[in-house]
């Protein structure tokens, strides 16, 4: 039986409060809307059993969205898309837009809605994937043109 001090509580707490959103949001830019929750829960579950290493890490969200990312591939694909709102608005969403991002690529679709949904910078969304800043640009701007083309320029 391990004790746990309440030094790796509370700095696991903190950990949490500060990061879980933006790693369930990541999670399910990349998964969907229900895989993502799941594999969010999973992935931070799995940073407290392993929280004397993962706190050590240079980027502990990123490598837990990878642990994430690799629990979703062993769910059964149920990529259903949408995009959260507070209770009190109805959002006024395009309903060709979550086929539209369903039918896009894992990356193409996380930088799409991390950057334009949730307003992710393009050094967050690099860091949180391990990828560039231009390759993070690149997967958001060929994203956003295959939604031009699939369901047109809606905004104009």
Not at 31 to 46: F, K, P, T
Not at 59 to 65: C, I, K, M, S
Not at 74 to 93: A, C, G, K, N, S
Not at 115 to 130: D, I, K, Y
Request: aromatic share 8%.
């Amino acid at each position: 039986m391990t004790v746990t001090a309440s030094s790796d509580v509370e700095s696991f707490t903190r950990f949490m409060v500060a990061n879980e959103t933006r790693l369930r949001q990541a999670l399910m830019a990349r998964c969907g809307s229900q895989v993502g929750r799941e594999v969010a829960q999973d992935a931070l579950a799995y940073g407290w059993e392993h929280w004397e290493r993962v706190r050590e890490l240079d980027n502990p969200v990123g490598y837990l969205y990878k642990v994430g990312r690799n629990l979703s591939r062993h769910r059964r694909p149920r990529l259903v898309m949408f995009v959260e709102v507070p209770y009190d608005r109805t959002p006024d969403i395009e309903p060709a837009l979550p086929r539209a991002l369903a039918a896009l690529s894992a990356r193409q679709r996380t930088a799409v809605v991390l950057v334009h949904c949730f307003q992710w910078t393009l050094s967050e969304v690099a860091g949180l994937m391990g990828i560039s800043k231009t390759a993070v640009q690149n997967h958001s701007e060929r994203g956003m043109a295959s939604l031009k083309r699939q369901i047109g320029d809606v905004g104009s």
